[in-house]
Structure formats: C-alpha cells, structure tokens
C-alpha cells in the first residue's frame, strides 16, 4: 500500500486499545457527528476522529478528548488535502479582538 507519507511512531498510537477505547468515548460524545458540518448547520455522520490541534505539532495532545472530534471524510480531506496529492492547508492564527463597555448610558 501506498502512503502519503511515510509511517512513523504516532501511527502506531493509533493501533492501541487505549486509543480505541477512547475514539468510542469521542464518538459516543458527539453522537457519531460531524462536527464541522454541524457548525454550518448540516447534519452528517461522521466516522474519523480528528486532532483539533495536530498531534504531529504537539504530541502532548493525542489524548487530549477536548482536542478530539468526529468529523466526515469529506471534512476530514478539507482539513488535509495533503493527503490526497493536494497542497497542505495553511493554519490561520486566531486573532482575539477585546471589546470593553464604557459607564455611559
């Protein structure tokens, strides 16, 4: 089989039944849906466990269930087109603008 890219140590985590018991954890979570699609107001049904933030960027993260979702495969090709020959997604800073109420009424 060929891969994108090649296998490493993170892939193997994905093997565990640590990892397995807690992808049913998530999905029970998220009742089995997207995420992402459910954030535009679509109901889909979803089947992978994303890494929010990626566990490549910060390992400390894979276990992280506030880090987890369940999102659809097509979800999960626009999260990665790399994946499928495309050009890696650029990851947008947040940017957090503060809003302050004044005393006048």
């Given at each position: 089989?060929?891969?994108?890219?090649?296998?490493?140590?993170?892939?193997?985590?994905?093997?565990?039944?640590?990892?397995?018991?807690?992808?049913?954890?998530v999905?029970?979570?998220d009742?089995?849906?997207?995420?992402?699609?459910?954030?535009?107001?679509?109901?889909t049904?979803?089947?992978?466990?994303?890494?929010?933030?990626?566990?490549?960027?910060?390992?400390?993260k894979?276990?992280?269930?506030?880090?987890?979702?369940?999102?659809?495969?097509?979800?999960?090709?626009?999260?990665?087109?790399?994946?499928?020959?495309g050009?890696?997604?650029?990851?947008?800073?947040?940017?957090?603008?503060?809003?302050y109420?004044?005393?006048?009424?």
């Amino acid at each position: 089989m060929r891969y994108a890219r090649e296998r490493d140590e993170i892939d193997k985590l994905y093997k565990t039944t640590r990892w397995k018991k807690l992808r049913i954890v998530v999905i029970r979570r998220d009742f089995g849906l997207c995420q992402e699609c459910k954030r535009r107001g679509i109901i889909t049904k979803g089947r992978i466990i994303h890494h929010k933030i990626e566990a490549r960027d910060d390992l400390s993260k894979f276990w992280d269930i506030d880090n987890l979702e369940v999102i659809c495969d097509s979800c999960h090709n626009k999260e990665h087109p790399e994946r499928s020959g495309g050009v890696k997604k650029k990851k947008n800073k947040v940017k957090v603008v503060k809003f302050y109420s004044n005393n006048e009424r």
